[in-house]
Structures are given as C-alpha cells and as structure tokens.
C-alpha cells in the first residue's frame, strides 16, 4: 500500500513539474517569431443569440423580425500592455461578417510574437481608404456588394445593413397583422457626416500569439444597441410618408445610431494555445 501511494506522490510531481514547463514554454516570447489569431464575431440580441426571423422587443417597446445584420470590420490593431500596437496590414485589413451568409471568423496571419491585452477596430470603411479609389479596393468593393454593404461608387460603402420587420409598441392582439412594418437601417458616410467608428476592446485574458499558437477571441455583437442604445431610436417615428416602411440611411437619427455602436461589441472570452480556431 506505501508503494502505491508514493507511486501516487511521485506522478502528482511528474504532472504538476509538466504542467509548470508548459506554462513556462507559454511564458516564452521567442524574437522575430510570428503567430496568427483569430475573432469569432458571435452576433446576438440582447443576450439572446440572434436567430434570423426571429422577434426580438426591445426596451422601446417595438418587437423587432430581423431579416438581415450585415457589417464591416476594418484596420484591426492589437494592443500589448506597455501600449505598444501591432496595426495589421491596411491592405488585409478589410473583412465582412455576416449572419445570413454565416460570415463569423476573422483571420489574422503572421502576427509578432507577444502578449496582447487590447483590441482595436474600425466600423466600417475608413474615408483614407475609400479616397484611394475603385481600383485600389474593387476586390474588396465586390466582396461587400456581394452582401448587400455597398450603394454606388459614389456614395460608399454601407458599414451596416440592418433589415426586418417591426411591430410598433402600441400594437396589441385586437389589431391586424397589417400593424407589422419594414424597417431598413444603412449606416454609412454621407457628404454630411463620417460614420465611421473605431472601437477598442479590453480582453478579459491576454491573448497569446506564439508560433504555433493561435488565439481565438470571442466578441459578441450586440444588434439591439443599434436602436436602443445609448440614444433610443423609435422606429415607427422614422415611417415614410405612405407608412409603409422606416428606413434610416441619413440624418440626425444615423449620427445617434453611429454613437450606439460604439457600445455594440464586448469581448466574452479569449482562448490561448493551439488548436483553438472556433468550432
């Protein structure tokens, strides 16, 4: 029976010895080295994950059928500790997420070795590189008119498409289906105003980027902070003269909007090590 237990003694010891030179093999920053890391972009209504025609009320009272939730996600930059910034290539740095093209993953490649703490990103198509013009970026245009983010050259890009149907607050079970109206919200940069928002993020844990490991950060994207944020949007106020439809592409209504959006992702958590790509 001794034996038994320091044979037990002796592999606790083996297994807490390796458990400690992995995580100092982890701790080790090798020089010139390069890893890759990767966001899933996990799309969700207020805390509910966003289910496409699915109804969704929000704290304005309005139920909201979302057909569509569509965004850009540009020029990503990880942020160390210290504050120093590693500003991924401009030119890779334009990527699409999209819920009805089942559009989640971004995929950085050949990132220095480090220990990175912060993210930062643009929502959106920054106005630097839409004035580089058509064909400094047609591959990337074509990409996103694939899914329904752009308008015509000349007006840009659409950073969000956000589209369904609504049912105004006041709606109640003695009113007809015909009480369920459209909505369409396009946030993009006009001759009035830059939309274009950068957000940062702090990571709950630190993200790793070895060579031969990958990080995988989970953001979650909140679609209701679109409307109800930290300015509250009623749709039914935005219905066109005909009421048929609400449609927010301009105005004072997509500036508040663009300032909700700020709010819109939170990081849920980080994995480390290899093997990690989301599932």
């Keep these: ?5 320091k044979m037990m003694a002796v592999l606790a010891i083996g297994l807490l010895y390796a458990a400690c030179t992995n995580d100092d093999d982890s701790a080790i920053i090798e020089e010139n080295t390069f890893g890759n890391a990767e966001f899933y972009l996990d799309n969700g209504v207020n805390g509910d994950k966003l289910i496409l025609g699915s109804s969704y009320k929000n704290s304005n009272g309005e139920t909201l059928t979302i057909n569509r939730f569509n965004y ?3 020029n990503v930059v990880l942020i160390k500790a210290d504050g120093t910034e590693y500003v991924y290539p401009k030119a890779k740095s334009y990527f699409i997420i999209s819920e009805e093209a089942d559009l989640h993953t971004i995929s950085l490649k050949d990132i220095p070795a480090g220990d990175y703490t912060k993210v930062k990103f643009g929502l959106g198509v920054d106005n630097q590189r839409y004035l580089e013009g058509e064909a400094a970026q047609q591959e990337f245009w074509n ?6 983010l752009t308008w015509t050259w000349s007006t840009g890009y659409r950073f969000i498409n956000f589209e369904g149907t609504f049912t105004p607050s006041q709606a109640n079970k003695s009113q007809k289906l015909a009480e369920q109206f459209g909505f369409q919200i396009h946030q993009g940069s006009n001759s009035a105003t830059d939309n274009y928002r950068e957000i940062v993020l702090n990571l709950p844990t ?3 980027v070895r060579k031969g490991e990958s990080p995988n950060i989970h953001i979650v994207t909140d679609a209701n902070k679109i409307l109800d944020g930290t ?9 066109n003269p005909a009421g048929t439809n609400a449609t927010i592409m301009g105005g004072e ?3 508040k909007i663009a300032e909700n959006s700020l709010n819109m992702f939170t990081v849920d958590h ?7 790509q989301h599932k």
Excluded: F
């Design 1 to 5: 029976m001794k034996n038994i237990y």
């Design 72 to 74: 850009i996600i540009s």
């Design 143 to 148: 990409y996103a008119a694939q899914h329904n």
């Design 206 to 208: 630190t993200a790793r």
């Design 231 to 239: 300015n509250k949007i009623i749709l039914k106020d935005n219905l």
């Design 253 to 255: 209504n997509l500036i």
């Design 270 to 276: 980080v994995h480390n090590g290899s093997g990690t």
